[in-house]
């Protein structure tokens, strides 16, 4: 018997990277303007960012990607107002399927697309020396570190192809039963309140008045929906309302420990070290030290 063999179809594969940055800007960051014959992707992980581009202007939110084209111009610009955390991939791929990005430039990521992004942005760290270019690789990076950024670039590219082409199936695949739907919609309006009430003292029991549910239930409902339990996600929530405080420049710490529900600043300082590795005097002393440069 011959057996015949079917060569896979690659329809968009990435052939080079020039760099892959993540960047905790303060709100009052100066860009330069750039164009290249490579293609780009940023993504805002925190905070808001505007866009001015060859192809149109564009305010980016937390959740955004924007694609910039070969040879298209481009330059952030701060708004003044929430400091950005941004991830920034160059790279080259000369397939067809990338005219598609010529005319699609802003995606709103979901459930599926953020997976893969978050995929993308462990790996590059494992891969790569932080914000560094040339790019330079890590020389203790886990077996085939590269070919998985590779692979997973690839991925959200074909993602983000996906999910503007098939916005109702990428629905349905994402939301597939009503119970879902609902355990959605309760764990945004918890993360809601959490992100209202940040420098109030709150507990899994004053939670559970507030939805009327049981501790159990509501502790089980967020994990399944957010993927982490309410307590730990308020800390990080803190954590990270914490550092855009700094970068912003407008509190001192025990401003922000007592805008953030701190008990003291000294609590304060132990946590944000627990969480960020450096206390929030050495992290504001390496954002300024930043921006001099």
Known sequence: MD???HRLREQL???DI?????FEQSNREQYVAEIHDFWEIVYVDKGEVNANTGSGYYRLNQGNILVHSPNEYHQLESTGSNAPNL?????RCEDEAMAFFDENKLFRIGQTEHAALARLMKEGQDAFSPNEYPIAPRPEAAFAAEQLFKLYLEQLLILLIRQARSARQQTEQLMSTTAENQSAHMGKRIIAYLEQNLSAKITLD???????MSRTQLNILFKRTVGIGIIAYLNRLRIERAKAYIREDIYNLTEISNLLGYSSVHYFSRQFKLSVG????EYARTIKARNER
């Open 87 to 91: 991830f920034i991939v160059t790279f």
């Open 278 to 281: 450096m206390t929030p005097s």
């Open 13 to 15: 594969v990435v052939n």
């Open 3 to 5: 057996f015949i063999k």
């Open 206 to 212: 004053g939670l559970a008045a507030q939805f009327s």
């Open 18 to 22: 020039y760099t892959c940055y993540y």
